[in-house]
Structure formats: structure tokens, C-alpha cells
């Protein structure tokens, strides 16, 4: 089996083969999915991608569900994880109605579900007001955050709270490689603000939206079906974290944790074959 984890992250498996826009490991080529995948026609048995398709504008996403069609075979699987936009908006819905009958712990629970909702999207810094939420030194429902996006949580956050320590701390740590490398990126950062005066927050916000760091999409099983669908795909089916059609696939501990638990529950899981 030939199977092949696009936008993999940190979340890839050495006998697979992984592909980043950044190469986190040397497990992973690196290489911009908006330039299409790099590989022959019908060359996979399996293409998987998790909480990346919304990345991508919809026309955008669409021609890269079609790139995921060419190279896989026929008989093949894709597999298709996103954050699901009916479940979502049903949690925030949920939220905002016990909020409206006065319950307390919802109230808490209430400015999270708006963040989880609209942030990824909106934002114009890195981290967004997400980062922000989870700098509190007391996050006062992370046990509610770890049900909606899973275990991820208290990474991001432990990070946040680290990201809290001063820069002069953080430096301390670099090898003088990376701190040479950081001065030089200082000056540059300093001649385009010479440069570009009022233009550089311009500047600066275009990076981030162009980063792959923003959702410019989002899907539920009716959106995603349709795009399966349009792309040529066939047997379209909504599926569990812990299941499919790729042999093995649950101890494969892709979309679960070790434990057993969903690695990211607020996902739609989707598959489809190739004829
Ligand atoms: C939310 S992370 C998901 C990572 C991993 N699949 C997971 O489920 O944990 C999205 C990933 O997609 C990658 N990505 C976004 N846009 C990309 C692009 N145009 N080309 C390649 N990778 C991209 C990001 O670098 C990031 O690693």
C-alpha cells in the first residue's frame, strides 16, 4: 500500500509519505499544495489530508480535490478530515441558547465557542485572539476546550504560556546560528518598516493571511459530500474517527490519540473511492 498524508503537520508515520509546506521532520517533503502534488497520476492507494482542505479558498480547494482524484488509483481511498461546520455552529448554538437562560458555567464557556468558530478565519495576527485566550494564567474551562478540540489544547496552551516570558529569555536560548539569523531578520523587518512606513502593517497582515495559518473555508457533510461528488469521486460517506475503509486503520493512531480518544473531535471524517 502507497499512501501518501498532505498537510500532515507534526502528525505523520515514517512508512507513509508525508508532505508539509513546512518540513517539521526529515520524514516530510516540503512542497506548497496550492502548486498542485508533486507525483504521477494513480500513484497512491490512499490520500489523507486532516484539517487542511479548509485552508484553502473554495476554488482553490477544489482543484486540490481534484489533484487528490489524479494521483490516487482507482479502487483508491481519500480521506478527508475538516472541521465540521454543522457541529460547530450546533455547539455554539447550544452555548448561546444556555447563555440566554442565564446558566453560569455557559457564560464561561460562551466566548470560547465564539473563537472556535471565527477566529481561524478572521484574524490578522499569528495565534490570533485564540493565543490571547489561552495566555490567561488561569484558563477557566481548558477541560471544555480539550472536549471540543482535543488533547492539542493544552499544548497550545503550555506554549502560550511560555510564549509569556520575555523575548530577551527566549533569545538566551538560541545557538548563535539562529540568533544571527534573528538579527538579520530584525534588520530587514527594519528597512521594510523604513520603507514602507503605514504600509508595513499592510505588509505584515498579508504574510499571515498568506501563511496557511488561516481557514478561508469551511465544510459540513452536505459541502463536503458536493465537493467529493463534483471532483468524480464515488461510495461518499460520512465515517467515525476510528473507522474506514483503509485497512488497518485505527492503529494507525491517526485520528485518535494512543488512548483510544479523537485526536481532533471537532472534525467531520470523510471518505470516497475512486472508480
Ligand atoms: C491545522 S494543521 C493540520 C496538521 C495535521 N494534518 C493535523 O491534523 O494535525 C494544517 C497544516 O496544513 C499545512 N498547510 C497549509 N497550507 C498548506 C499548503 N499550501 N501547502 C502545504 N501545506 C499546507 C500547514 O503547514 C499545517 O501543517
Known amino acids: 500500500m502507497r499512501c501518501l498524508n498532505l498537510g500532515c503537520g507534526t502528525r ?3 512508512d507513509w509519505v508525508n508532505l508539509d509546506s513546512i518540513a517539521h521532520s526529515s520524514g516530510i517533503i516540503k512542497h506548497d499544495l496550492q502548486k498542485g502534488i508533486p507525483f504521477d497520476d494513480d500513484s497512491f492507494d490512499v490520500v489523507y489530508h486532516s484539517h487542511v482542505l479548509e485552508h484553502f479558498p473554495r476554488a482553490a480547494g477544489y482543484q486540490f480535490m481534484q489533484e487528490c482524484y489524479r494521483v ?17 455552529t450546533r455547539a455554539y448554538l447550544t452555548t448561546l ?23 481561524q478565519a ?17 484558563i477557566p474551562n ?7 478540540i482535543g488533547s492539542e489544547a493544552k499544548y497550545i496552551a503550555e506554549m502560550a504560556q511560555a510564549q509569556r516570558q520575555s523575548s530577551d529569555a527566549r533569545l538566551q536560548g538560541l545557538s548563535w546560528k539562529a540568533l544571527i539569523r534573528h538579527r538579520l531578520w530584525q534588520l530587514r523587518e527594519f528597512l521594510y518598516r523604513l520603507v514602507l512606513r503605514s504600509d508595513y502593517a499592510a505588509l ?12 478561508y473555508c469551511m465544510y459540513d457533510r452536505y459541502s463536503l459530500h458536493q465537493l467529493l461528488s463534483d471532483c ?12 474506514s475503509q483503509i485497512p488497518n486503520w485505527a492503529a494507525l493512531r491517526l485520528d485518535t490519540e494512543p488512548d483510544g480518544s479523537v485526536y481532533k ?9 475512486k472508480r
Open 232 to 243: 468524480g469521486f464515488t461510495d461518499i460517506a460520512v465515517c467515525g474517527a476510528a473507522q
Open 122 to 138: 478572521t484574524r490578522n495576527h499569528t495565534g490570533g485572539d485564540m493565543l490571547h485566550y489561552f495566555s490567561q494564567p488561569n
Open 72 to 88: 490516487l488509483r482507482p479502487q483508491g481511498t481519500v480521506r478527508v478530515v475538516v472541521p465540521d461546520l454543522e457541529q460547530i
Open 204 to 215: 505584515q497582515v498579508g504574510r499571515l493571511r498568506l501563511s496557511g495559518e488561516i481557514h
Open 265 to 273: 473531535p471537532d472534525s467531520l471524517f470523510m471518505e470516497a473511492q
Open 142 to 148: 481548558l477541560d471544555f476546550i480539550v472536549g471540543r
Open 12 to 14: 505523520f508515520r515514517p
Open 97 to 119: 441558547e444556555k447563555c440566554l437562560a442565564g446558566d453560569p458555567i455557559w457564560r464561561v464557556n460562551y466566548p470560547w465557542m465564539l473563537l472556535e468558530l471565527l477566529d
